[in-house]
T-cell receptor
Framework: EAQVTQNPRYLITVTGKKLTVTCSQN?????MSWYRQDPGLGLRQIYY???????DKGDVPEGYKVSRKEKRNFPLILESPSPNQTSLYFC?????????????FGPGTRLTVL | DQQVKQNSPSLSVQEGRISILNCDYT??????FLWYKKYPAEGPTFLIS?????DKNEDGRFTVFLNKSAKHLSLHIVPSQPGDSAVYFC?????????FGAGTRLFVKA
């Protein structure tokens, strides 16, 4: 089954404790992206990757890091989480090196930073 | 500064009637637009898209209209069904970034 998986689905952590949210897709997609969803703000793009070893900032990259060492995986790293990073996070992927196709989204990761 | 705006947080429609969801954008460089639907506890799923070279795209009960001069697009759902109750996001692309609106929650009453 074609899918995007994220782990963990739920995470409660404390300020300053480094964490990684994993994202994996099995569709051989080149383009992958991370979003955060906040009430009244919709989805905002954090980082995107056009292909392996090629990443760039979205609209809200501060406090986040990403890496794309393999085509299928695109982890989101929070080196020192803060309460304002409490949010619902979605990973997405699409074929091609841009987003000019439908994006397939993972089920989301709800992160709470205390 | 929101480049993509969905000014109606919610919309309620009777089953069988038309649902019209609106989206406005400010950046004339956007050249591709998509609509996504989101149910609770799930990721968004793609619904329909339109390129800026077109003014209409239709897929079954869903039609998207684009008015470039007004920088406005709308999603029409006809007829609306209770299963259409969800949050709808419009998204705009210009280059590699994707900009989403805040979403409109649609309630379809049986």
């Amino acid at each position: 089954e074609a899918q995007v998986t994220q782990n963990p689905r739920y995470l409660i952590t404390v300020t300053g404790k480094k964490l990684t949210v994993t994202c994996s897709q099995n569709m051989n997609h080149e383009y992958m992206s991370w979003y955060r969803q906040d009430p009244g703000l919709g989805l905002r793009q954090i980082y995107y990757s056009m292909n392996v070893e090629v990443t760039d900032k979205g609209d809200v990259p501060e406090g986040y890091k990403v890496s794309r060492k393999e085509k299928r995986n695109f982890p989101l790293i929070l080196e020192s989480p803060s309460p304002n990073q409490t949010s619902l996070y979605f990973c997405a992927s699409t074929s091609g090196t841009s987003a000019y196709n439908e994006q397939f989204f993972g089920p989301g990761t709800r992160l709470t930073v205390l | 500064d929101q480049q993509v705006k969905q000014n109606s947080p919610s919309l309620s429609v009777q089953e069988g009637r038309i649902s019209i969801l609106n989206c406005d954008y400010t950046n004339s460089m956007f050249d591709y637009f998509l609509w996504y639907k989101k149910y609770p506890a799930e990721g968004p799923t793609f619904l329909i898209s339109i390129s800026s070279i077109k003014d209409k795209n239709e897929d079954g009960r869903f039609t998207v209209f684009l008015n470039k001069s007004a920088k406005h697009l709308s999603l029409h759902i006809v007829p609306s069904q209770p299963g259409d109750s969800a949050v709808y996001f419009c998204a705009a692309l210009g280059g590699f970034k994707t900009i989403f609106g805040a979403g409109t929650r649609l309630f379809v009453k049986a």
